[in-house]
Each structure stands twice: as structure tokens, then as C-alpha cells.
């Protein structure tokens, strides 16, 4: 009731300033004021764009239509305008990108819908009043902070803990492969088989268990970001929901699920372009092989291009069929 | 309406109440414990109170396990590793990979560089991103649509990407030829020099020499690895071809103040998200007063998002302090001492050949790893209700 009132009040405010006839210069004159103060409020980001960021973007574009030619002796290079060749190369003549990238949006497409269903699943959890949720919280946001950058890095070196988590026996040196699969998709599957579930979706949890911890890390933003729109839900609304013998199954289906689509095209934009942007990404290591491979620089350049421009088309096919599905509580903005 | 019901109110609840007492006290105990306990909405409650518990505790362990094994190996001896007996709780307690690491590797002096770049740039990230989230929240001019689009251009451009042109771009740092003018290098358009064009005015060009070779401010002295020499915070090559800016703090400085620097999209846009979130009355009522915007936004605005802020700054401190691209792109040398560049050397006491040498160095970086992130434990610690706290008040839903 409140927030209806809120929303009432905007409304009633304008109306006599936009019918006064005399006040309307000084209004526009306000506007263009308020305008004018935007953009100085938004000038460190224009200065930024234009001045360091523009010229790069431009550069690596035009690297990517042409070929490096080393100079002389003194180092220095030229180049030379080769139109479309490089794209050619990355896409019909490379043996291994077009392979990389099919497979590595492959996982983007089993990777994002787990993030988000795991995400939600746990900021729902932690939504709820339990013992030590304070506690919870706090470990469940720690990947967040302290699992970025170098730590990643050194994770993906750790054969330590890799030779410590392996349980399958003392006699086993190898220490890897038994314990990476912390399920034997065979026995699960052969259960849920039984119990006529559909293998396609069998196989997906069963995924999703072997990579939980990779999926922990990487759903730490969009838990908190799930976490504060189901914050920012009224109460009142469950509590009415309550009374009429809703059960919580019901509750979640039909009042959370749907107050908080707007944050799940959020967090699937924000997913895609993480997990597309992250250094573990398969097409990016890829990319980053063929800078580092003597004269590959310009070939991925263009890589990158292509790759940026799929990305983009998802993000925004994406954004699309979500957004066709949100839920808005008030129509303004 | 609660006048007219006041008077009437009190009979009628006394009469209920009456009669559930009754009901109640003729039920003896062991049936009412029956209803109470045995009803499937009171199994289904503890089930699902265990189930959680369970659920809550084992993803817990999934979060703490690598933590918990890097710090079991960082305190074993190099006998431990090759003890298949041995998993997680070392036989032979020793703390020589700490030692050697605080010793060798000059754990101290990196541990202030990055402190000190970490602050700069998390400061700065955290200002300039709010003053840019609060422009794109509160006002309405032509081109912020555009605008937007772009903050999030820079967020899905991966920086891998422009790794080459942002190195050049510091390495040979420039603004609009001004470092090349004052150079005595003359003007660049198109590719030609004005100088080259016409020769008259190269002597007026040349006389505008004024920069020095090399900039060389706040003079200190160091002491690496026990001998002392002297050492500039701040020491920058430069040249017609623009100021070497690599190996100091400016690249990042730089990005920061343009909102460019690692995930500050993600920033502007949470920002901006919570200010929308603050009623419009809020700064009408303020301006009426006759403040400026400016002044509204730091009197008014910024005391209000303050757990917000303390976010905002959490990750770009902390993301800032473990990020690796930016630090290996823009400090190649030794000279400035990064934690993160401290990974993946071995200190030389600590080098040696036997069996178990391969699992002993994972060890020896994971310690690093751990002595990396210690302080920023600390720094989570006091902060983390902030994170939560923060959120919540952002208002994302709206």
C-alpha cells in the first residue's frame, strides 16, 4: 500500500508545475541544467573512453585487417592491409578455432543455466532463517573476494591438493582422475533410468555435482544479486499468501520466481559475459596461445573480433527471449 | 473502523479462547503430543531442516577445502610429501616455506607496494565509479543510452583483447602529441610532422624542448636483499615517442580515473542500480535549498551509500590485489615488487632435488597463494556485513 502511495505522489507534484504556463522557460532551463550536470558527472568516463580506451579498440581492429611485417634490424614494424584474409585464416584455415569455439560456447550454453539455477537455489537458501546463516553467508561470499585473479591460477596448478583430496587409496601415486569425479555418472544414471527420467537431464546434474566446485566460485556476484532482490521483496506479500493456504512450493512458483525475473536476465547477461571473458575460458586460452605463438598476433586479433561479435549476438538473443518473459511490478522506467 | 469494533473485540476473543482451553485441556497430553509431533508438516519441517543443514555445511566444505589443504601443506617439511601416510595433518611440523618466502622473496616490500597500489586504485574506483553511476541514474541527457551501451562495451571487451595496444598505449604514453610538442618533436598530423613540412619552423619547434630525459621525484632509500641504494617512488623515461609510464602506478591510476579499470562496468552498473533506488524528492528537496548538484551528490547522496560504497570498494581493493593481468602487463621489471609476482619463484633455500619435488613447490605457491590473500581474510572479516548490507539496500529488483 505503501509503495502505491509513492508512486502516486510524483504525479500529483507535476501536474500544477507542468499546466503553470509562466514557469515553463525556467523548467527547460532546469532540465538543460540538470542535462549539463550529467554529463559532468559522467565526463571521467568520456574522457577515459575517448582519450585510452577508443584509440586501443580502434588499434586492435586494425591490426586485425592487416599483416605485422617486422621492420629492420632496429625492431619497429609495418603493416600491410590485407582486408578480410585474416578472418578468413581464423575461421576456414585455422584447424583447431572453429572446433575451439563451437565447443567452448558448447559450455557456455551448459555453464550459464547452472550458475544461475545454482545461484538462485542458494540465495533462496540464505534467504531463509536458519541456524548460523550469518556464518554461511560469510563463507559462501569468501570465493568472491579471494578466488579471483592469481588464486585461480595457482588452483589450476595444484596438484597438492588434487593428491590430497584423492580418498581412493594410499597405493594409488597417480593422484588425480578417481577423485575429479565426485559422482560415477554410471550408477546415478543407471537409477535414474529406472525411475524414467529423462538421461539428457541425468547427465546435466550429474555435470553439475562434478563441477560444483567450479560453479561455487564463479555464482558468488549472482548470489548476492539474487540475494537483494529477494531482499527487496515485501513481506507482506508472503504473509498474504500465507493466510490463503498458499504452500512454499506454490509461494516460490508464483510470487519469487516471478519478482525476480528481472534479475535473472541480469544475471545470465552478467554470466555470459564473465564466463566468456575469463581467463580459464577455452576460445580465450586459445586466443591468448595464438598472440603468443611468434607471428599470431595479428591472426587473433581477428579471432577476437569474431569471437566478441558471436558473443555479443547471444547476449543480446539472450537478453531478448529473457526479457520477453520478465516480470516488472511497475511499469515506469 | 477501530472505534466502532474497540468495545466488542475483547467478548469475543474471551469466548474463543475459552473454548479452545477447554478443547484443549479435555485432549490428554499423549494425544496432544501425537498432533503436535507427528504430523506430516512437522516431519516435512525437520526433514527439510536437516536436509539444509546438511546441504549448507557440505557446500561450506567445498568453499574451505582448498584453504583448508593449503594451509595443512603449508606447514609440512619436505619429508611429508613424499609420506604416502600423510594427507592432511603433517607429521613433521615446520614452518620453513613461511620463513623463506618473508625471508627471500621480500614478502614486506611487496606486501607495501601492493597495499599501496590496491588503495589508490580501490579509492579511486570506487569514487569515480560512484560519480559516474550517480550520473547515469539521476540524469537525463542525450547520448547516456549510447553512453550505457558503451560502459557495458568495455565490460565484455576481454581485456586479453587490447593486451598489445594497452601496453603501447602506456609504454609510450601521449596525450594529443602535447609529451611529442614539448619534446621539440614538433606537430604529427596524418602521419606528417609540420616540422618535416616546413623547415622554418623546426628551430621554433626545438626551442620548445622543455621536458627532461628522465623524471625522477620523491627519493628514497631501499634496501634490497641487505644492501642499500637509493631509489625513486616515481622514475619515467622520456622521449619524443611519449612518456615510458611502464613500472608505475599510473597505467592503473589511469584506468581507474576513466572508469576503465578490471570489471568497473560491473561497478558503474550496481551503482547505478542502488541510486536509482533513492527517491527523486530526496535531491528536489535539496536543490530547492539551493545546492548545487555537486554538492548534493557528496553532502547528500554519499553519506547515504556508505554500505554500498564499502562494497563497491571491497572488490575493487580486493580484485585489484590478486589481479594478475594488469600487474604482470604494466611492472615487467623486479624493481616494483608485486604479491602476485612473488608466485611461481622458489626461494633458493627452499630448491631441491628429490621425489617428492613436484608436490613441495605446489605446496611452496600455495603458501604464497595463502600469504597473498591473509591480509584481505582480515579485511573481509570487518567487512563482510557490509557486503550483504550493501546489496540489500541497492534495491536491484526495482
Known amino acids: 500500500m505503501t509503495s502505491d502511495m509513492k508512486q502516486a505522489t510524483p504525479g500529483v507534484v507535476d501536474a500544477p508545475e507542468a499546466g503553470a504556463p509562466k514557469k515553463r522557460r525556467k523548467i527547460a532551463s532546469l ?37 605485422i611485417i617486422p621492420g629492420d634490424a632496429g625492431g619497429g614494424y609495418t603493416l600491410q ?9 581464423a575461421l576456414f584455415v585455422d584447424p583447431d578455432f572453429a572446433q575451439t569455439l563451437v565447443s567452448g560456447l558448447g559450455q557456455l550454453l551448459f555453464d550459464v543455466p547452472a550458475i544461475i539455477i545454482f545461484s538462485l537455489f542458494m540465495a533462496v537458501m540464505l534467504n531463509q532463517k536458519m541456524v548460523g546463516r550469518g556464518v554461511f553467508r560469510a563463507i ?29 587409496g594410499i597405493d594409488d601415486g597417480s593422484g588425480s582422475s578417481v577423485a575429479d569425479q565426485l559422482v560415477t555418472s554410471m550408477d ?28 561455487v566460485n564463479r555464482s558468488g556476484v549472482q548470489m548476492l544479486i539474487f540475494l537483494a532482490a529477494l531482499q527487496s521483496i515485501s513481506p507482506a506479500i508472503y504473509e498474504s499468501c500465507k493466510i490463503d493456504g498458499a504452500t512454499s512450493w506454490e509461494t516460490f512458483w508464483k510470487i519469487t520466481f516471478p519478482m525476480i525475473t528481472p ?14 571473458t575469463a581467463e580459464s575460458n577455452s576460445v580465450m586460452r586459445f586466443i591468448s596461445e595464438t598472440y603468443s605463438s611468434g607471428d599470431g598476433q595479428v591472426l587473433s586479433s581477428a579471432m577476437a573480433w569474431v569471437y566478441f561479435l558471436i558473443v555479443i549476438a547471444i547476449v543480446a538473443a539472450v537478453g531478448g527471449v529473457i526479457s520477453a518473459f520478465v516480470f516488472y511490478q511497475r511499469k515506469s522506467d | 473502523m477501530d472505534a466502532q469494533q474497540a468495545p466488542k473485540k475483547p467478548m469475543v476473543r474471551r469466548e474463543s479462547k475459552n473454548k479452545i482451553r477447554v478443547d484443549f485441556e479435555r485432549t490428554p497430553l499423549k494425544e496432544r503430543l501425537k498432533a503436535k509431533y507427528l504430523s506430516v508438516y512437522f516431519l516435512g519441517k525437520v526433514v527439510w531442516w536437516i536436509f539444509r543443514l546438511v546441504l549448507m555445511i557440505g557446500i561450506s566444505y567445498i568453499v574451505l577445502f582448498p584453504f583448508i589443504s593449503k594451509i595443512a601443506g603449508s606447514v609440512m617439511s619436505p619429508d611429508d610429501f613424499v609420506d604416502v601416510t600423510v594427507r592432511l595433518i603433517p607429521k613433521n611440523f615446520s614452518l620453513d616455506i ?3 618466502i618473508i625471508e627471500e622473496l621480500n614478502y614486506w616490500s611487496a606486501l607495501r607496494n601492493t597495499f599501496t597500489l590496491s588503495l589508490i586504485c580501490g579509492v579511486l574506483q570506487t569514487f569515480i565509479c560512484a560519480l559516474i553511476g550517480y550520473g547515469f541514474a539521476k540524469f537525463k541527457f542525450r547520448g547516456r543510452g549510447i553512453l550505457f551501451m558503451l560502459v557495458l562495451l568495455t565490460m565484455i571487451v576481454p581485456h586479453q583483447t587490447l593486451q598489445l595496444s594497452m601496453f603501447m598505449e602506456f609504454r609510450y604514453f601521449d596525450i594529443l602529441g602535447i609529451v611529442r610538442l614539448l619534446k621539440g618533436g614538433g606537430i604529427e598530423l596524418f602521419g606528417h610532422n609540420i616540422k618535416d613540412i616546413l623547415p622554418a619552423t623546426a628551430g621554433f619547434f626545438e626551442s620548445l624542448n622543455i621536458l627532461p630525459d628522465k623524471i625522477q621525484l620523491f627519493e628514497y632509500e631501499e634496501i634490497v636483499r641487505g644492501v642499500a641504494r637509493e631509489a625513486w617512488w616515481l622514475e619515467m623515461d622520456v622521449s619524443e615517442d611519449g612518456i615510458n609510464l611502464i613500472n608505475t ?15 568497473n562496468g560491473l561497478y558503474i552498473f550496481l551503482l547505478r542500480q542502488f541510486f536509482r533506488g533513492i527517491p527523486d524528492e530526496l535531491e528536489e528537496s535539496a536543490y530547492i535549498d539551493g545546492s548545487g548538484t555537486m554538492r548534493t551528490f557528496y553532502r547528500i547522496i554519499l553519506p547515504l551509500s556508505i554500505p554500498m560504497l564499502i562494497t563497491v570498494f ?8 590478486t589481479d594478475d593481468f594488469y600487474t604482470n602487463l604494466f611492472f615487467v621489471t623486479t624493481d616494483t615488487n608485486m604479491l602476485v609476482k612473488l608466485v611461481g619463484t622458489i626461494p633458493p633455500s627452499l630448491r631441491m632435488d628429490y621425489a617428492g619435488q613436484d608436490l613441495y613447490y605446489s605446496a611452496i605457491r600455495n603458501t604464497c597463494g595463502l600469504m597473498i590473500i591473509f591480509p584481505l581474510v582480515i579485511l573481509y572479516a570487518f567487512c563482510q556485513r557490509f557486503l550483504v548490507q550493501g546489496i540489500e539496500q541497492s534495491g536491484l529488483a526495482n
Open chain 1, 188 to 215: 546415478l544414471q543407471r537409477l535414474f533410468a529406472d525411475m524414467k527420467v529423462g538421461s539428457g537431464i541425468v547427465e546435466y546434474v550429474v555435470n553439475m555435482i562434478n563441477n560444483i566446485y567450479d560453479i
Open chain 2, 249 to 263: 602506478y599510473f597505467p592503473l591510476m589511469m584506468l581507474s580515473l576513466g572508469g576503465l579499470a578490471f570489471k
Open chain 2, 314 to 321: 571491497l572488490f575493487a581493493f580486493c580484485w585489484q590485489w
Open chain 2, 98 to 100: 613461511y620463513r623463506a
Open chain 1, 81 to 89: 592491409f590485407v582486408g578480410w584474409e585474416n578472418y578468413r585464416e
Open chain 1, 263 to 276: 534479475m535473472i536476465l541480469v544475471n545470465g547477461i552478467y554470466t555470459i559475459i564473465d564466463s566468456f
Open chain 1, 31 to 67: 532540465d538543460r541544467r540538470k542535462a549539463r550536470s550529467g554529463w559532468i558527472f559522467v565526463l571521467p568516463f568520456v574522457i577515459g573512453f575517448v582519450i585510452i580506451y577508443l584509440p586501443m579498440i580502434v588499434e586492435s581492429i586494425v591490426f586485425s585487417f592487416n599483416k
Open chain 1, 140 to 168: 559462501f561470499f569468501i570465493p568472491v573476494i579471494l578466488s579471483t585473479g592469481i588464486m585461480e591460477n595457482i588452483e589450476a596448478m595444484n596438484i597438492l591438493g588434487e593428491s590430497m583430496e584423492d580418498t581412493s
